[in-house]
């Protein structure tokens, strides 16, 4: 049976197509809050790194009852390097709203999240969003999206049913023309379309754990839906861990998830999606059931990381004087075991001593955002280059290759082409955009991907607009070209001047500004030639009681570079850290004093 009283839909969409400000429209319009509870835009964006950001990187939960139907809607990422988070989520629900802007058509997460959502048997709904824009082309972009879920291998993709809507304005319709109206008919086409779960209510209580949140009154909390039969306060369930292993617990809480938060429920059904406490020792994937009839479900299985980088306790002179709170490795190490239960996506490796951990992620997206976070929470810590993770496929290397798209004004191609090359990408596809602007596609290893979007927005005036996905993995290719410049490290400890950062500015772009603490071995400027140089940043100008006409200089400095986490994640070499601390982001050496740093590189050589 399937139960009628419940419908369970994912968003999915490519990043900035506009899931969130669409889930805002069906808040506003279901009738269920005061105006005081919606304040604000994207609503559910409700973490701070992802209102500065403007994008979603954790799933959310929430409920909107419409028709006499309760309609679980789960938010998703759209960005790949959250592919974890889409992956497990979409578990949930029995449809999806795919989401395509109505200029840009499918993108490449549009690709990515559909795959994951036709994976796991999800009926499709397209919604083409941002109607109300002037250059909107809605009708080419249904088709588009059609022609991709039959290149998916979707049996009934011309049977598949779509709207036309503006989130932002709050309406959808049929009509194409549309420009106002509400955002109703959506609801009626969720209702139509998206069958109820499957509901077994009869069987043993079974249910997969989807996510975890934490509670500082209650702890754990365990996420996801129930597959068969019911839960109560007070039951005794078995939960089955990966491996074989059981563990015995009892449930203490059962809630539903009600409008924007949750309701304590005395008991749930299948089919319903709940959140339970008291289950401490549960993991995402292991499968909660009846302790009478133990069977485990499949566990969920996400695409594993491609890009790693080495993460290390800040050794740095400046250690504890910004702001950090946690310093040390059993710090990081507790902090980064507790990502590991939540970030199904990261994978924790032990380095070449006990202060290192090699941290591997989807992308550097999906790592910044980690030590981001981190950083936020108080945490001082040094980080080292990113590497794409090769593996060994019959007897020889292979590395991850991603398919890369880029939209810039045809005035550009031969430029974007040219950077692209530089770093191993090939182009398989080139076509007239809209406008004046041209669609190229690439294919190009992950590694040629670190600092490439920096260089393409430089080359293009900020102009350019840059996707990827991962593809797959293929036999090496050859060297990428390093960094073209050296920077300036510097030997001495103190307060830069003004003085000695003038003088250095004639050969240099640099990184700090006067006033800055500086330490032997942090990295202040980029060098204008090849070579790294050794300078003195702290020195001050030697005073006389001697004074001549137009002897003193005039001191004008250049701003320095201001280099944001991920910039600087990009910038270096496999010979620096960044040091990450609440109140800065540094570049250093990984061996701060000059003689160290020769020694390593005659062991290197």
């Known amino acids: 049976m399937r139960r009628q009283d419940i419908r369970n839909i994912a968003i999915i969409a490519h990043v900035d197509h506009g899931k969130t400000t669409l889930v805002d429209a069906l808040l506003r319009q279901s009738g269920q809050f005061r105006e005081s509870q919606l304040q604000g835009d994207c609503i559910l964006d409700s973490n701070d790194l992802e209102r500065e950001r403007g994008i979603t990187i954790l799933a959310k939960n929430i409920a909107v009852h419409y028709k006499g139907v309760k309609v679980n809607i789960i938010d998703t990422p759209g960005h790949s390097d959250f592919g974890g988070e889409v992956e497990r989520v979409l578990r949930m629900a029995d449809g999806a709203l795919i989401l395509v802007d109505a200029f840009e058509g499918p993108k490449p997460q549009t690709r990515f999240v559909l795959t994951k959502a036709l994976e796991v048997g999800l009926k499709p709904i397209i919604v083409v969003n941002k109607i109300d824009r002037i250059d909107c ?7 588009e999206t059609v022609h991709l879920i039959e290149e998916l291998g979707h049996a009934d993709s011309l049977d598949v049913p779509y709207i036309f809507a503006s989130g932002r304005a709050g309406y959808a319709s049929h009509d194409p023309l549309a420009r106002s109206g509400t955002i109703l008919p959506l609801l009626d086409m969720v209702l139509e379309h998206i069958p109820g779960p499957v509901a077994n209510v009869e069987e043993p209580f079974q249910m997969m754990v989807t996510s975890l949140t934490w509670s500082d009154y209650v702890g754990r909390i365990v996420v996801g839906r129930i597959n068969n039969g019911r839960v109560k306060p007070g039951m005794k369930v078995a939960i089955l861990k990966k491996g074989g292993v059981q563990v015995t617990s009892t449930i203490e809480k059962v809630e539903l998830f009600d409008k924007l938060g949750k309701v304590e429920a005395e008991v749930a059904e299948a089919g319903d999606i709940v959140a339970l406490t008291g289950l401490g020792d549960s993991e995402i994937g292991d499968t909660i059931t009846d302790t009478a009839a133990p069977i485990a479900l499949p566990r969920t299985e996400v695409d594993e990381p491609t890009l790693s980088m080495v993460f290390t306790i800040n050794s740095s002179p400046l250690t504890g ?4 709170k946690y310093l040390t490795s059993r710090h990081l190490r507790e902090r980064l075991a ?3 239960q939540s970030n199904v996506a990261l994978r924790v490796d032990d380095g070449d001593t006990k202060d290192i951990f090699r941290v591997s992620g989807r992308g550097l997206l999906h790592l910044s955002i980690l030590i981001e976070t ?7 810590i040094s980080v080292g280059k990113p590497e794409v993770i090769r593996k060994q496929v019959d007897g020889k290397w292979h590395e991850p290759f991603e398919i890369l798209e880029v939209d810039v004004p045809s005035t550009d191609v031969g430029t974007v082409i040219e950077v692209v090359s530089q770093r191993k990408g090939q182009m398989t596809e080139m076509t007239a955009g809209v406008g004046t602007h041209s669609h190229l ?14 260089r393409l927005l430089n080359a293009t005036k900020g102009e350019a607009v840059i996707h990827h996905r991962f593809d797959s993995y293929r036999p090496i290719e050859g060297e990428i070209p390093r960094r073209k410049n050296g920077v300036l490290v510097s030997q001495d400890v103190g307060k830069a001047t003004a003085y000695a950062l003038f003088k250095l500015q004639e050969r240099s772009e640099l990184f700090v500004g006067p006033g800055t603490e500086i330490y032997e071995g942090m990295v202040v400027g980029e060098n204008s030639r090849d070579n790294d140089l050794v300078v003195n940043p702290v020195r001050e100008k030697k005073l006389t009681n001697m004074r001549a006409s137009g002897s003193d ?4 400095l250049a701003p320095p570079r201001d280099m944001s986490l991920e910039m600087a994640l990009e910038y270096i070499e496999a010979d620096e850290y960044v040091e ?3 109140q800065a982001i540094r570049l250093r050496k990984i061996w701060l004093k000059e003689t160290d740093r020769k020694k390593s590189n005659r062991s290197a050589s």
């Open 553 to 556: 200089e005039n001191v004008i």
């Open 374 to 380: 981190m950083r936020r929470e108080g945490f001082e």
């Open 441 to 454: 596609v690439f294919e190009i290893p992950a590694r040629g991907l670190i600092g490439l979007r920096t």
């Open 137 to 143: 082309r809605p009708e080419d972009v249904v088709l």
């Open 580 to 582: 990450v601390t609440p």
């Open 338 to 340: 507790k990502e590991l």
């Open 321 to 324: 004087r910004s702001g950090g």
